[in-house]
C-alpha cells in the first residue's frame, strides 16, 4: 500500500469516533461517512463540540506570525488532499487562496494549554487537524471563495442540503473542464456567478460547447479568454451575434491574434453593442480600411465598457453641435489616449468655456472646429490660470476666441508666465503716472506707488473728481493731502462724492474740516455713514456715548463690535438700532 493510500485510510478511520462514540463497531460508521453530507448533517445536529479554553485563539496569532499561518494552511491543505481525497492543485487553492474562510476557520481553533507554550508550527498544525477531526467544514464555502468569489456573492449559491464537494458531482464535473482548457481557477467564479447554469450541463456538453468556438476559427487560448470575459456566451447554442462580430471584425481587417492581445479576462464585453458601434462608424462614413486602422491603434475605442464610451462621446460632439463630417474627422485623428480620458477631457474643457462665461454660441464653434484639441488636453482650474496669467476671465475668454490653440499651452504640468501689458494699459497707467506728478507727487515714493497702484480710471476720470472736491469748498493742498492718506476717494464718482459731503455736512451737521481730517470716511456707502453717524448722534443726546469721539472709529469696527461697545451702552439703544436700519433700507429700496 502506497504512503498516500496509507494517510487516507487513517484519516478515513478519524471519523469514527466523531459519528457514532458510543460504539466500537466501524463498518455502519464508514459507511455513514461514505454515504454523503445528507446523512452527515443530519447526524450532526446531535454532536456538539466543547470550546476550547485553555489556549490561544489562532486566528489572531496567524495575523502576528508567518509560521503559524504557514503551518495552519499546511493542515488545512494535508486535510483537503489526503482526508478529503481533493486533487492536489485544488487542495493548495482552497486552502491558501481563500482568506476570508481561512480566517473565519482559525477564530474557531484554540491551542491547548501546554505542550511547550502554544504557539509552535507542530501545535498549530495538530490544533487545526484535531478541529477539522471534529469539526467538518462546508467545503462550499473554501471552493467559491478559490474560484474568486467573495462571501457576500457566493452567500446565495450555498446548498442547503450539501456540505462535501464530492456530492455535486456535475459541478466539479464542468469546473474540472473548465480548469483543463485553461480558465484560471480564480476566473471560474466570474463564469459561475454570471453563467450558473454552466455548472448543471450534463457530462460532455460544455466541452462540446467549447469545441463549438473552436470550430468557428478561435484557438484555444483565445476561447478560454473569452470565455472568461463574457460567460454568458456559453448559454444556450453559439451566440448568434457573437458570429455576426467575429465575420465583421475579420471584414474590417481585425485579426483573431488582436482580439486575443487586447480583450481582459478582467472587464466583461457586449458583443452586441460593440457590433451596433462597428456599424454606427461605418454610418458616419468610415471605410472597413479605416475602421480597421482606428481599431488597430486604438483598441479602447472598441473595448473600453464595450464601446459605450465611445456611444456617449459620439452624443457629446453632436450635443455640443459638432457636424458628422467634424466627428469623422476627431475618430480619423484620434489622440493616443483612453476614450474615457478624452471624454472627461472634453467635458472639463466644456466647464472650462463655461466659467470665463463664453456665450454658448462661441463654444458650440470652439467645441466643433476644435475636438480633438481639447479632448487631448488636461486643462489648469480657471482660478490658478488667473493668478498665472495676472488676468480676469474676461481676458481670458478673448483670448480663447482668438486662438482656441492656447488651451494646449495651459494644460497641467505646464508652466504659464503673465502676460505682457498691453499698450492701452500701459497707456493708462502713463496717464495716471502724469495726472498725480501734476499733483506734486513723487516718483518711486509709497505713497505715488500707493497711489498708482489704489486708484482706478484714467487720467482725465481723475481729474475730474480731484476737482469735484475742489469745488466742493477744499484747497488743492488740503485734496492731496487727503489722497495720500486715502487715494481710494477717487475711486467714485463725482455724483457719488457730492452726495456723501453733502449728507456729511448738511444733514449731520459735520464740517469739511473733519473730513479733511478723515478722508477715508468718503469711501465708505451712504446707508453706513446713515446709519453709524445718526446712532451716535441720538446717543450722545442722550448721553450714553463721549461727545467727541473719533469718526474713524464710528466707522471702522463691524456691526457687531458697534453694537456691543455703544448700540447696548443704552436701554433702548437697540430698538432705536433696529428702527433706523428699516428706515434707511426703505429709503434706500424706494
Known sequence: MSRLQKLRTLNSLKWVPLLCPESNSTSSKSNLYLSGSHHLLQHLRFCGTESLK???????????????????QAALLEYFHFTRSFQIMDAENMSK?????????????????????????????????RFLRYNPVNEFEPFFESIGLSPSEYSSFLPRNL?????????????????????????????YKEARAVFGYDYGVLKS???????????????????????????????????IVLEKFKKIGITYDWLEEHISIEDSYDWKCMLELVFLLSDLGLSDEQLGELFAQHPPLLLESSG?????????????????????????????????????????????????NMPVEEIGKIVGSHSSLLGSCELKSVKSLMSALNCGKNRLCQMVKEDPRLLKKWALGKRVDPLQEQKRVLKVR???????????????????????????????????????????????????????????????????????????????????????????????????????????????????VHPKLALSTLLSSSDD???????????EGPEFWERLKKEINSDENI
Not at 497711489?451 to 488743492?476: M, P, T, W, Y
Not at 463690535?561 to 436701554?571: A, D, E, I, M, Q
Request: hydrophobic share 40%; glycine share 8%.
Open 54 to 72: 485553555n489556549g490561544g485563539n489562532l486566528g489572531e496569532l496567524a495575523k502576528k506570525s508567518r509560521v503559524v499561518k504557514r503551518e495552519a
Open 163 to 191: 456540505m462535501f464537494l464530492n456530492d455535486d458531482h456535475l459541478l466539479l464535473e464542468n469546473y474540472y473542464v473548465l480548469c483543463n482548457y485553461g480558465v484560471a481557477r480564480n476566473r471560474i467564479g466570474k463564469i
Open 561 to 571: 463690535k458697534f453694537v456691543t461697545r455703544y448700540v447696548n451702552s443704552h436701554t
Open 308 to 356: 459605450r464610451v465611445t456611444f456617449c462621446l459620439f452624443g457629446l460632439l453632436l450635443k455640443f453641435g459638432s457636424k458628422i463630417s467634424d466627428v469623422q474627422t476627431v475618430f480619423l485623428q484620434f489622440p493616443p489616449i483612453s476614450v474615457l480620458k478624452f471624454t472627461e477631457n472634453l467635458c472639463n474643457c466644456y466647464n472650462f468655456l463655461v466659467e470665463i
Open 209 to 243: 460547447k467549447l469545441q463549438s468556438f473552436q470550430d468557428l476559427g478561435l484557438k484555444q487560448s483565445l476561447v478560454a479568454k473569452v470565455i472568461a470575459s463574457s460567460p454568458r456566451l456559453l448559454w444556450g447554442d453559439v451566440d448568434k451575434e457573437f458570429v
Open 430 to 544: 502713463m496717464m495716471k503716472t502724469e495726472f498725480f506728478s501734476s499733483l506734486g507727487f513723487e516718483e518711486k515714493t509709497n505713497d505715488f506707488e500707493k497711489a498708482l497702484k489704489i486708484c482706478r480710471g484714467k487720467g482725465v476720470e481723475l481729474q475730474e473728481r480731484f476737482d469735484c472736491l475742489v469745488n466742493i469748498g477744499f484747497s488743492c493742498e488740503e485734496v492731496v493731502e487727503m489722497l495720500k492718506a486715502s487715494p481710494q476717494i477717487l475711486n467714485q464718482s463725482s455724483d457719488v462724492i457730492e452726495k456723501k459731503v453733502g449728507f456729511f455736512v448738511r444733514d449731520l451737521g459735520y464740517t469739511l474740516s473733519d473730513l479733511r481730517v478723515h478722508p477715508k470716511i468718503i469711501s465708505y456707502t451712504i446707508p453706513r455713514l446713515k446709519l453709524r453717524l445718526l446712532m451716535y448722534k441720538w446717543l450722545k443726546e442722550e448721553g450714553a
Open 97 to 129: 487562496n481563500t482568506p476570508d474562510f481561512f480566517d473565519r476557520l482559525l477564530r474557531r481553533v484554540d491551542i491547548r494549554g501546554g505542550g511547550g507554550g502554544g504557539g509552535g508550527g507542530a501545535e498549530v498544525g495538530k490544533s487545526v487537524s
